[in-house]
């Protein structure tokens, strides 16, 4: 899809579903925009709070999960795939509390390849990537595979 109104409509749709996560919703996420191979997230510090007055670590977990699963999701919708996209597994390195907003960005991991992704799910009907989110800053990056399984 290259058409902008395809574009801005697979992300409004793309939020509708995050919206539609009782916890997500909770948590205040908003897809922040899409450019050049990577997604951002963005939640307000003040729903992601902790006793401590700076970003909760699950929020900072959720929003870089969320951001990864959100990119993969997207990917596959541009494409014209339909697909349950899941985490199988991440590891996620904290090096600074988080004071403000929350702000994520993913991107497949360098040593990935959307077209070989593509190419394999539409083989087998599912694959997985690595992606690599990061806050802004750098306070806090996770490492992720994701798995697409063809709906059906």
Do not use: C
Request: proline share 3%; net charge neutral; glycine share 10%.
């Amino acid at each position: 899809m290259s058409d902008t109104s395809d574009h801005d409509a697979l992300l409004r749709r793309l939020q509708a579903t995050l919206d539609a996560m009782p916890p997500v919703a909770a948590m205040g996420i908003r897809i922040a925009g899409y450019a050049d191979g990577a997604l951002r997230l963005q939640a307000p510090l003040a729903t992601n709070v902790n006793d401590k007055g700076n970003a909760f670590g699950g929020s900072l977990a959720s929003v870089m999960t969320l951001a990864g699963w959100a990119l993969v999701s997207l990917r596959l919708s541009l494409a014209g795939h339909g697909a349950e996209v899941y985490v199988a597994d991440s590891s996620i390195r904290y090096r600074a509390p988080v004071y403000g907003d929350l702000d994520a960005t993913a991107r497949a991991a360098p040593d990935e390849d959307w077209g070989a992704f593509l190419a394999l799910f539409d083989k087998r009907g599912r694959a997985r990537i690595a992606v690599r989110a990061q806050i802004e800053g750098g306070a806090a990056e996770l490492e992720g595979r994701f798995v697409a399984l063809a709906k059906g």
